[in-house]
């Protein structure tokens, strides 16, 4: 359920330029990992945005 909001939040950002910084508080993470994901989706698409986990 958390990795399905995740990519909804990251998926809504890139497809409406939305604000980085809205979407990290929403997430609870930082702006840093927020670009990260967002680089992940965009190479990999939905399949890697759902597997990834902090360490």
Known sequence: M???NKYE???E???H???KKHAALKLG???RQ???L???YKEKGKSRL???KPR
Request: glycine fraction near 4%; hydrophobic fraction near 40%; charge should be positive.
């Open 17 to 19: 330029n939305g604000n």
């Open 50 to 52: 759902c597997s990834w």
């Open 9 to 11: 939040v990251i998926k």
């Open 38 to 40: 967002i680089k992940k």
């Open 34 to 36: 927020v670009n990260r």
């Open 29 to 31: 993470l930082s702006v």
């Open 2 to 4: 958390k990795e399905q």
């Open 13 to 15: 950002l890139v497809d």
